[in-house]
């Protein structure tokens, strides 16, 4: 049985490990000083963003990070699905569904009506997942 449930400081391993596959994946490197601070900022309820994992016989097989904002488009914030990752092992099972669906649900709880992410165009698995949970738009980023 699947368990999506907030972050403990006791995942701290099996998170890491989720989470350095999901720089890999993206093409990046974060020193360990950032790691330490993220995974001490999703620990930290008064603060963001907020941490889920998702669990199977007591092993984690993903990870979503998400936080609330304002957004000059909106009258209530807005929520931003940060990070999203699922251990290659455990794909198709149904634990990025559940993961996407927690965030929603914890929107909800905020009364905040717009959840959105941002993903690589390669990234095609998680694509076909995204097309089916969420309406994909025509926004192109740029950055600094």
Same mark, same amino acid.
């Given at each position: 049985m699947l !368990?999506?449930?907030p972050l403990r400081p006791a995942d701290? *391993?099996? #998170? %890491?490990l989720l989470w350095q596959g999901y720089l890999r994946f993206y093409r990046q490197h974060l020193p360990d000083e950032? *790691?330490?601070t993220t995974f001490a900022r999703l620990l930290d309820t008064s603060r963001q963003?907020? %941490?889920l994992v998702a669990e199977r016989e007591g092993k984690l097989a993903g990870l979503v990070h998400y936080l609330f904002h304002p957004s000059s #488009?909106?009258?209530t914030d807005v929520?931003?699905?940060e990070d999203l990752y699922v251990d290659p092992a455990a794909r198709g099972a149904g634990a990025g569904r559940a993961l996407i669906e927690a965030v929603y649900a914890a929107a909800d709880r905020a009364n905040v009506g717009t959840v959105y992410w941002l *993903?690589? !165009?390669?990234n095609a698995e998680g694509r076909a997942l995204y097309d089916t949970l969420a309406r994909r738009t025509s926004f192109i980023r740029y950055e600094r």
């Open positions: !368990e999506v449930r701290r *391993t099996q #998170w %890491g950032q *790691t330490n963003p907020h %941490g #488009w909106s009258m929520c931003y699905l *993903t690589q !165009e390669f």
